[in-house]
Nanobody, 116 residues
Framework: QVQLVESGGGLVQAGGSLRLSCATS????????MSWYRQAPGKQRELVAG???????NYADAVKVRFTISRDNAKNTVYLQMNSLNAEDTAVYYC??????????WGQGTQVTVSS
């Protein structure tokens, strides 16, 4: 049973923007912090941004100025707004629900490809 459903990936030119969405159940959304990870070919999965149930956010240094994570409590959805994309942002992006560093649920992943 799919717990986290991602959408919004695709192909974009360098300098462009995309918004990723991750929808889940009310139960998961209210209990867990939500984060976005990414995994580029040949590299380990890395944390991109996270947001607690209370709305506190954190970002990887590589995306801090360009990406914004947010959550809509009415829609049980977390978003990742990505601006000024570059080739290094090309990866599969995964949504995760977690408590501290323990990830309980993973999304299926959505591909983001940035063309130069």
């Amino acid at each position: 049973q799919v717990q986290l459903v991602e959408s919004g990936g695709g192909l974009v030119q360098a300098g462009g923007s995309l918004r990723l969405s991750c929808a889940t159940s009310r139960t998961i959304f209210s209990r867990y912090s939500m984060s976005w990870y990414r995994q580029a070919p040949g590299k380990q999965r890395e944390l991109v941004a996270g947001i607690t149930s209370g709305g506190r956010s954190n970002y990887a240094d590589a995306v801090k100025v360009r990406f914004t994570i947010s959550r809509d409590n009415a829609k049980n959805t977390v978003y990742l707004q990505m601006n000024s994309l570059n080739a290094e942002d090309t990866a599969v992006y995964y949504c995760a629900a977690h408590i501290s560093d323990l990830v309980k649920y993973w999304g299926q992943g959505t591909q983001v490809t940035v063309s130069s």
